[in-house]
């Protein structure tokens, strides 16, 4: 069985978050993890797509993140959509907390490991973009891209 190459730099960024919702304030959180997940992290097998946050008796959770099994794993392999939770000082919890009203969310916005290889994830408090804001952002994009042509 061949190794899979295993990267020094990681950044999994949810692609789909920009498009879905407009980001009001960011955070950078630790993420507790195992062993196995951290070396899947490393071999950049993460999906953020469908992943969000919550509270849980004030506490910060992240749902539906999914970290494939680490293929050199054995019996101590870790379930792939397990809770895991979003590290945080208490003080930013209660900011973050209290922030939260009807119509916002945290969703992921990207994964990483920083320069002492410890795995963070940019969290973002965001609302949910209406269809004509949707269509307002493909506009502009189309409109950007047609004025850099015209430059060339």
Same mark, same amino acid.
């Given at each position: ?7 020094? =730099?990681?950044? =999994? ?5 920009? $498009?879905?919702?407009? $980001? ?6 630790? =993420?507790?993890?195992?062993?196995? %997940? ?9 999906? @953020?797509? #469908? ?7 004030? *506490? ?26 979003? @590290?945080?000082?208490?003080? *930013?919890? /209660? ?8 119509? @916002?969310?945290?969703?992921?916005? /990207?994964? $990483?490991?920083? #320069? ?8 973002? @408090? ?6 004509? #804001?949707? /269509? %307002? #952002? ?7 891209? *047609?004025?850099?042509?015209? /430059?060339?």
């Amino acid at each position: 069985m061949a190794k899979e190459k295993i990267e020094k =730099i990681v950044n =999994i960024k949810n692609k789909r978050a920009s $498009f879905e919702y407009q $980001f009001l304030d960011t955070y950078v959180t630790g =993420i507790m993890l195992t062993g196995t %997940e951290i070396k899947s992290i490393r071999q950049q097998k993460v999906n @953020l797509q #469908d992943a969000y946050c919550y509270f849980h008796e004030n *506490e910060l959770f992240i749902k539906n993140m999914n970290i494939s099994k680490y293929s050199e794993g054995t019996y101590y392999n870790h379930d792939p959509l397990r809770e895991r939770k979003l @590290l945080m000082k208490k003080n *930013e919890l /209660r900011k973050l907390e209290n922030k939260l009203d009807d119509g @916002l969310t945290i969703v992921p916005l /990207r994964l $990483f490991i920083n #320069d002492r290889g410890l795995a963070k994830m940019e969290i973002a @408090l965001a609302r949910g973009k209406k269809l004509y #804001d949707k /269509r %307002e #952002d493909i506009k502009s994009r189309d409109v950007s891209r *047609e004025m850099a042509r015209e /430059r060339y």
